[in-house]
């Protein structure tokens, strides 16, 4: 596998936990990045962290099969590490992001990787449906839709979000994350996230989730949903969220 000539958000990411699936293309991008906004790793480190406090609240709910939009790199926590008795199917649109995310999973029974853009479900494989997320429309799953949202406009974003509700089982959940403002403060690293970046005002977020309901923790700073100890004192980057489907 070449190196690749462009930069990955996923493989940014990967590079700011302190992964080793990242190319210098991401480090440069990632340092640049730094340079405009300030330190990204604990950041994205408390991202992560909420990601894994969701999908183990998803598990003690009976959830045992993942459908990951948007994964970037699957590792340093990411769902199949810690949903360890799941299935757990990722997507990406990047080819380069999901031939490394299918060469680290290639020992792997119980987690896949493909191609999958999440404004289309029908984008995903049917084989790999089947095979990763076994008894999906028919039983409850659960739903990863993390960094994706600021990279939609408000239309999209709600039809997206409802067509993953009417394809999902009763019962299945949904775990999302939207960008907040506070970028803003930061223009040259704003302007580095390209003209389709959308930050949102808080008050902006739960009209989007459509028909999805809200668990009782509410739409809060992903370190300050259900925290193990003290939140972490992070930059109010992202707002989090884990959202159920009702029995219409």
Known sequence: MGEP???STGRMIDSWLGGEHHFPVDVAAASAFEQAYGPCAPVFRELRAFLGRAVRAMVAQGVDGFLVFGAG???MGNVHEVAVDATVLYTDVDPVTIRLGQSILA????AGYGFGDATDIGTV???QMHRFVPGWGRRPVGVVFLGLAAFLDDATLTHTLDE???AAAPGSLLVVDFDTEELAGHPQALAMMGPQFRMRPPRAFAPLLGRWVPTADGIVPVARWRPEGPPAQV???FHGVLA?????
Request: no cysteine.
């Open 5 to 7: 000539d462009q930069p």
């Open 244 to 248: 159920s489907r009702g029995h219409d």
């Open 164 to 166: 993953l509700y009417a």
């Open 73 to 75: 790199v699957p590792t």
């Open 235 to 237: 930059p109010d980057a």
């Open 125 to 127: 494989d049917p084989a």
């Open 107 to 110: 020992g792997s029974g119980r």
